[in-house]
């Protein structure tokens, strides 16, 4: 259904994070193509972490507005569907990011005119984001949260060469983590069920940084998450389980478990470093679960 005319788009961005500038250009472009076709438009700048929350949800407290678009990586992405959780507002997707992994898994627009054109129709698709519970409250992911190895990189890699290089400052990070990270088991409670694991991720895709397979399908339309546990621990096993990644062959790792689960629980060790759609998220314990209101996201219009 095409959005009515009366309402109106806000688009949220973030100058101060990496490629800043270049995120304002296209922030600018899909505004010019929305008000081309009619539609208002304003666009919003973030101050610091977590202010796109705060932006999305007086968008949706001012009332008219039919559309929020996140402008950035899966991290802005996170907490502008924070901020409009247990609304009516569709969230849109400007990916210009790092990794951009929710919209590679949704196949959403790349570019500012189809994603206009979307938002113009109204064509959506439904997902159902997880809430991750820590000692800090609930907070919505739509694409995963981890504790174990990865949680740890994200943890330790530098906000600076971050914005310098981009995806490879996860790369030095990771050389950095192979040797220093200690590796504890954790406990993981999968629907009721206790499981042991070097690492674990809770996901909603299929997708890992970018393309590359994390398990073998997607649960961001059911009320459901994929629980990926690596059994082996230590610098090679995790050299290995990067180069599965890598080559596509992660699910089918004999040491790699993957379940469907409505419900994960890691209790112990507590302290662990989470990460949370790819930002750092808290310390263990942690329990996830499944929200009890899906979210609407802008997808590209029919061919035609």
Same mark, same amino acid.
């Given at each position: 259904?095409?959005m009515?005319?009366s309402? +109106? ?8 994070a990496?490629?800043?500038r270049?995120? +304002?250009?296209?922030a600018?472009?899909l505004?010019?193509?929305l008000?081309r076709a ?9 101050r %610091?972490?977590?202010?796109a929350?705060?932006?999305a ?5 001012h009332?008219?507005? #039919?559309h929020v678009?996140? @402008?950035?990586?899966?991290? @802005?992405v ?8 247990? +609304?009516d507002?569709v ?7 790092t990794?951009?992994v929710?919209?590679?898994e949704?196949?959403?627009p790349f570019?500012e005119?189809?994603?206009a054109r !979307?938002?113009?129709?109204g064509?959506t698709?439904t ?6 519970h ?5 907070s919505?992911?739509?694409q995963m949260a ?12 530098s ?6 290089v981009?995806r490879a400052?996860?790369?030095? #990070?990771v050389?950095?983590?192979l040797? !220093?990270y200690?590796y504890?088991?954790?406990r ?10 070097s +690492?674990a991720?809770?996901s909603?895709?299929?997708l890992?940084a970018?393309r590359h397979?994390l398990?073998p399908? #997607?649960?961001q339309?059911e009320k459901?998450? #994929?629980?990926?546990?690596f059994?082996?621990a230590?610098?090679?096993a995790?050299?290995r389980? !990067?180069?599965?990644?890598?080559c ?13 689960a409505k419900t994960?629980a890691?209790?112990a060790p507590?302290g662990?470093?989470?990460?949370? %759609?790819?930002?750092?998220h808290?310390?263990t314990?942690?329990?996830?679960d499944i929200?009890?209101?899906p ?10």
């Open positions: 259904m095409a009515n005319a309402r +109106s788009v806000t688009i949220i961005v973030n100058p101060a990496a490629a800043g270049r995120r +304002s250009g296209h600018t472009r505004a010019a193509a008000r009619g539609v208002a438009v304003q666009i919003v700048h973030t %610091d972490r977590g202010h929350t705060e932006l949800r007086a968008a949706v407290r009332g008219g507005c #039919s678009v996140a @402008t950035g990586g899966d991290g @802005t996170a907490e502008v569907a924070r901020g409009l959780a247990g +609304s507002v969230l849109a997707v400007l990916p210009v990011g990794a951009n929710l919209a590679r949704l196949d959403l570019d005119r189809t994603l !979307g938002i113009i129709a064509t698709t997902v159902w984001p997880g809430v991750l820590t000692a800090q409250g609930p919505l992911f739509v981890g504790v174990g190895f990865d949680a740890h990189v994200v943890h330790t890699v906000p600076r060469l971050k914005k310098a981009g400052a996860y790369v030095v #990070s050389l950095r983590a040797w !220093g200690r504890p088991v954790l993981v409670e999968v629907d009721g069920v206790m499981h042991g694991a +690492s991720i809770i909603k895709g299929a890992y970018g397979v398990a399908v #997607s649960m339309g459901a998450f #994929s629980v990926v546990l059994g082996n230590g610098p090679w995790t050299l389980y !990067g180069l599965a990644l890598l596509g062959t992660l699910p089918r790792q004999k040491d790699v478990t993957v379940l469907r994960v890691i209790p507590t662990l470093p989470v990460q949370s %759609d790819g930002d750092a808290g310390h314990a942690i329990r996830a929200n009890d209101r979210l609407r996201i802008a997808i590209c219009p029919p061919a035609g």
